[in-house]
Structures are given as structure tokens and as C-alpha cells.
């Protein structure tokens, strides 16, 4: 402040005519210092005092860096599902509506989606000063408003902020308008300037967000809520169907799941696993808790059952993601999302997956066919789960939930693998032979509706020379598989649980007239009795044809040949909590009143810690080339901050 002393000395030089310039110590006015923050910590709030949320706020990383959300969910509910008059609306007009897609606030929960950036207030300011806000970087893919009068206004070239503002510190939203797509034309990341101007001089600072990775679930995170789809119809198999949702829901509420099924109703793809990827994005709220937004993945095929993701499920903190290439114009089974699980968390050889990692498979026959590029590019650019592929030539339908999955456990890793064990499988037939049961019938389920059960024998099963040779085949293809994953996650021999299984080039006979909707591999209708004809070789056998007894045709076996499950695939089953598994139906030879294949399953897994449970897929899901986890989908909890999670939770 000014003394007497210098105020003295001003009054007589004015007196004298002298022309001096005053002296600096009465007229310098503090220099402008703009102090731009975000919630760098992750904490949920702003710090504008202390310096928790300064340090690192220009760069990011997995650990530190604030987050926002790409805004995509529908909070108010205001996106048309249907053109005027009820016209059907296209793929692309379906997935252009978001909250993100307009140039407003919808609401407290759509304010609630924002991330915050404050200034601090700026005291001393010349009453011309003036702010104004820009993004310097992915300003195409980021919006961005302040809070002016108690309203939220999208910021643009032309908004400024007074010095009354400045000086009591202005507050700002950030969204996004997609996920990341692609991390080679935008990496997620938002750098927001405040830059202030007044006679005094220009100041400037700037804070760098990025956009919360979409993730996938893993099984460490618990089952909140079962989706399955629902069909209409008298045939037989269809009110089988029906059957099985209603013993799902009795088996979600005994393993302590309270909220209702979610059911798929209007299109009848009963591969409920394959058209949609649950997956989620979250960032911290100002109570501590994480804001997670579920997010449904599309599959990226021309597939009608992914239009019901946005008419029924889009809503407050749902959004829907889709391809926009020329993948949704195909049908290309390994883009069906039972051919993506996911990894728990883990740390091995200097890599970290603090959300899991993600497995997919890809036919490496030669053929070249892989899952879709533009969603492996988009899975990848989230920069955390980095897609794993693993060979699943060897499968007809070639997706990898027919042979491995992952499973809570008391382990280092605090999770195991589960794969099929088709040599084991082998062996649970050749004792039962040995044993003198040779005449036991292969299978001991039922007909249904003149349906005729199968007939072969476990002798009859045992001398198709494709039997063993085709399993020995899966054997070492899953082998060549595990080895990857060891190698990939530092899995021991201790952490794996093998599960008897048997594979087969097609399926039993029982299938014959059977009309369940096949899982393809190729394009073609989506109509079930399209598909029907498009897999009717896969349904008459092993090798498509069969002796008057049942029993398969001996033929050599190919070095790689597609198979699917013969016996119900166990480990295409659900988690439906930490200790409770849900396995398809065995329906193995019975021998001394037990189903020897669904005592060695149950014993697996038992030893594991887990309690397992059966529901009957055969006529729904088994003879299409499913099981029970192909026809349904699991919303897991992720309320988890995705930077914190520890392999063990």
C-alpha cells in the first residue's frame, strides 16, 4: 500500500510543474494470475485452495488426471425411438440421439454427468477485465458450459466472463459427445483454457481432461441384474424357451439377485450374450462415489435384436454404442460379444490391467477372418484393456466363451481360469465302457413333442474314430490357448480348474426338427427358420450323416476341423455370484441313477469353492450352438473406481 511518505512527495512535485512519472510502489497493480483447476485427484471435488488438484493438472495418466464422461446416456428420456407416424427410424438415426447431442443441460441428472472446472477467484481484477474459455484440444469431440445466473450455458467463441465473475470464480461443465473411437484421430483428451484479459496485461492457464475409458465387465465385479431374450410362440422349443427364463429368474433369486430380469421381447434373437457387450464408463462424484454410466455395445452386424438396446434400454445413466462402418452391414459370428470375455484384474512382467483385459477370438486357419476392426480399434484406444486374441478355428460358431472362463478365487490373483477339459470328457466315457455300461445311452434327455431323443450309445459314441480325434484336436487347441494366457497373465497350473467336456463337428440327432435358431457364422436371414436351413448339416451329426442305428459314419479326421459342444458345454455357463455357478444341464449317460458328466462338473467346481446349480438349455440354446451363457448377459457392478482396482476385491 501506499505510505505518507510517497503521498507527500507526489503533492510537491505537482506543485513544482515537475513531469514525473509516480513512483512504482503506489501505482503497480498486481500482475494477472489465472488458476484454472479440475479434479485432478479424482477425489470429486475442485480444490481451490489447497494444492491437491495442481500438480500434474496439464498432463494425464491411468492413476492421475481428471476425468470426464462422454454424455450418451438419454437422462430425460427425450430420444424418439420412432419416426412421425410410428415410421421405423434407421440404425443411424436411433444411435444420433444423446444428451450430448444437443446444446443443453437436460435437467439435474444431466448436469450431474458433467465434470467440473473452476477457476479461482480472482481478487484485485480491473474492472475491464474480461474472461473467455476454449478448448484447445478435442474441441470436436467435447462441450463444454459455464454457469452463469444459475444456469448452465454452452460456452462459444462469443461468451465471456465479466470481472464480477472472475472475481468470485467461475464454474464450467464438461462432456463428451462420443466415446473414444479411435486414439490415432483423438486419444480422448480435452485441454480447456481460461484465458483472461485486462489493461493490465493477458494471462492464460489451461487443464487437461480426457474422456473415462469404456470398459467391460469382469467376474470379480458382482452380478447385479440377468438379460435374457423372451420369445413368442406355440412351437415346442419356443415355450421350452420360455420355460428356461422362468427357472433362470427362480436361479438369479436364489443366488441373492433382487432386481427382476431384463427381457429382450420384440425381435426373438435369443442370443442375448451375443448382441449386446454391457460395458461402462465412470468418473467420481462430489460425495466420493463413482457416476457410472452403463453403456450397452452393439454388436457390430446387421442385427435387428441390437435395435432394441436403444428402445428399451437407453434412458437415465444408459447410453448405446455401435459400429458406424461397414461391419453393421454383415453378420460375422465372431463379432457376437460371447466371442469377448474379460480378464480380472492383473499385473504381470511390468503390464498392468487395473479393469481387466479382454479376450477375443480370431480363426487362424489361414483365412484371416477377425472380430471387427473398428471395434478391436475402439476397444484398444481406451488405452486399459488391450484385446487379446486367442485361435478359435477349431470352433464352428468360433467364439471364446465355448472354452474358457474366468471365476472369483482365493488365489494370488484372487481369480482363476475355468477351461474345458474334452480329454477328460474322453476318459469319463472310455471308464464307463470299461466298466461294462458300454450299452448306456449317450444322452439321457428326453424327446420333446415328438422330437425323438437321441439314441446312440456311449459304445456307439466311442467308435466314430472322430470322437476321439476331434477332441483330441480341442485338447490341444485350448492347450495352445492356455499357454497364452499363462504366459499373458503369470497364471499358474493351481489357478486353473478343468471341466469335463466333449466336442463334435456337429451336434446329436435330436436336433432334426428341432427349429432352434442357430448361431452363424456367416450372413445370411435372420429369420430362425432361414437359419435353421443355413445349419441344417450341423444339426444331423457329427459328420451330417448317420446309420439307421444313429450311430456316426467313420471318417478320417482333418488336422483342424470346426467343432461345438457335444455335451452341453459347462463352462458356457453364467457366475452368478462369487460362490454360485449356473452350468447347462448335463444330460450325460446315467450310470447307477447319476449323470456321470454332471457328477464330474459339479465336482470341479465344488473344489473350487463353488456351488453349481443346472437348468436345461438343450432344446433352446444347446442344439443351436449355445449354451446358457450365449443366451443370456450379466450387469455387473462397477462402482469400483477403475484406477484403484486391485486383482483382488
Not at 73 to 84: A, F, L, N, V, Y
Not at 365 to 379: A, H, N, Q
Not at 424 to 434: E, H, N, S
Amino acid at each position: 500500500m501506499r505510505t505518507r511518505h510517497a503521498r507527500q512527495a507526489l503533492v510537491a512535485l505537482t506543485a513544482t510543474g515537475a513531469v514525473l512519472a509516480p513512483p512504482a510502489l503506489a501505482y503497480a497493480e498486481e500482475p494477472l494470475r489465472v488458476d484454472l483447476r479440475a479434479d485432478v485427484d479424482r477425489d470429486g471435488r475442485v480444490d481451490l485452495t489447497g494444492g491437491t488438484d495442481t500438480a500434474g493438472e496439464d498432463t494425464w495418466s491411468v492413476g492421475r488426471g481428471a476425468v470426464f464422461l462422454p454424455n450418451i446416456d438419454d437422462d430425460s428420456k427425450r430420444c424418439p425411438t420412432t419416426g412421425p407416424g410410428g415410421r421405423r427410424l434407421s440404425d443411424t438415426q436411433l444411435a444420433a440421439c444423446n444428451d450430448a447431442s444437443d446444446k443443453r443441460v437436460n435437467g439435474g441428472a444431466d448436469a450431474a454427468d458433467l465434470a467440473r472446472v473452476r477457476s479461482v477467484p480472482m481478487t484485485n481484477l480491473p474492472s475491464d477485465a474480461k474472461g473467455s474459455i476454449k478448448v484447445t484440444t478435442g474441441a470436436e469431440q467435447t462441450r463444454v458450459f459455464v454457469k452463469q445466473n444459475g444456469a448452465w450455458k454452452p460456452v462459444t467463441s462469443q461468451t465471456r466472463l465479466t470481472a464480477a465473475e472472475l472475481r468470485s470464480g467461475a464454474e464450467f461443465g464438461v462432456e463428451g459427445k462420443d466415446v473414444i473411437r479411435n486414439s490415432a484421430k483423438w486419444d480422448g483428451r480435452a485441454a480447456i483454457r481460461l484465458k483472461v484479459t485486462a489493461s493490465s496485461g493477458t494471462a492464460a492457464d489451461t487443464v487437461i481432461l480426457r474422456a473415462a475409458p469404456l470398459l467391460t465387465h469382469h467376474a470379480l465385479q458382482d452380478t447385479q441384474q440377468l438379460m435374457v431374450t423372451k420369445v413368442r410362440g406355440n412351437e415346442a422349443w419356443a415355450k421350452h424357451q420360455r420355460t428356461f427364463v422362468k427357472n433362470l429368474e427362480k436361479e438369479a433369486q436364489r443366488a441373492g439377485i433382487t432386481k427382476p430380469l431384463v427381457t429382450f421381447e420384440k425381435y426373438g434373437d435369443i442370443w442375448a450374450q451375443d448382441f449386446v457387450e454391457p460395458a461402462y464408463l465412470n468418473m467420481t462424484e462430489p460425495d466420493g462415489r463413482q457416476r457410472t454410466m452403463r453403456v450397452m455395445l452393439r454388436s457390430a452386424q446387421d442385427r435387428e435384436a441390437g435395435r432394441e438396446l436403444y428402445e428399451k434400454l437407453r434412458g437415465p445413466n444408459i447410453g448405446v454404442v455401435q459400429a458406424t462402418g461397414r461391419d453393421m452391414q454383415g453378420w460375422e459370428t465372431l463379432n457376437s460379444y460371447g466371442n469377448l470375455e474379460t480378464i480380472p484384474p492383473y499385473t504381470h512382467q511390468g503390464r498392468s490391467f487395473p479393469a481387466g483385459r479382454i479376450i477375443m477370438g480370431e480363426r487362424k486357419d489361414g483365412s484371416g477372418v477377425r472380430p471387427s476392426k473398428e471395434i478391436r480399434t475402439l476397444l484398444k484406444s481406451q488405452g486399459l484393456q488391450d484385446p487379446l486374441l486367442l485361435d478359435t478355428s477349431w470352433l464352428h460358431v468360433g467364439h471364446v466363451d465355448e472354452f474358457v472362463q474366468f471365476l472369483p478365487a482365493d488365489t494370488p490373483q484372487g481369480w482363476r481360469i475355468g477351461v474345458a477339459d474334452p480329454q477328460a470328457g474322453v476318459r469319463l466315457l472310455k471308464d464307463a465302457q470299461q466298466d461294462g455300461h458300454g450299452a448306456a445311452k449317450m444322452f439321457s434327455v428326453p424327446g420333446l413333442n415328438g422330437v425323438a431323443a437321441p439314441k446312440e450309445t456311449v459304445d456307439q459314441a466311442l467308435a466314430s474314430p472322430r470322437l476321439v480325434s476331434d477332441n483330441t484336436m480341442a485338447a490341444q487347441k485350448i492347450a495352445a490357448n492356455l499357454k497364452v494366457l499363462k504366459r499373458e497373465t503369470g497364471v499358474t497350473d493351481d489357478e486353473i480348474v478343468r471341466v469335463p467336456a466333449l466336442y463334435t463337428r456337429g451336434t446329436n440327432d435330436a436336433g432334426a426338427g428341432a427349429r432352434v435358431p442357430l448361431l452363424r457364422r456367416l450372413g445370411g436371414s435372420a429369420d430362425p427358420e432361414a437359419a435353421e436351413k443355413h445349419g441344417q448339416q450341423q444339426l444331423l451329426g457329427r459328420d451330417g450323416n448317420r446309420t439307421a442305428e444313429g450311430a456316426p459314419s467313420p471318417a478320417p479326421a482333418a488336422e483342424t476341423v470346426e467343432t461345438s459342444a457335444y455335451v452341453p458345454g459347462a463352462v458356457n455357463g453364467v457366475l452368478l455370484s462369487r460362490d454360485r455357478y449356473l452350468a447347462p444341464r448335463q444330460w450325460g449317460p446315467v450310470i447307477g441313477g447319476k449323470d456321470i458328466f454332471t457328477e464330474a462338473v459339479t465336482a470341479a467346481y465344488t473344489h473350487v469353492g463353488l456351488k453349481v446349480s443346472y437348468v436345461d438349455d438343450w432344446y433352446t440354446y444347446h442344439l443351436g450352438m449355445g449354451e446358457i451363457h450365449c443366451g443370456t448377459n450379466t450387469l455387473r457392478d462397477a462402482s469400483a473406481a477403475w484406477w484403484k482396482q486391485a486383482a483382488r476385491q
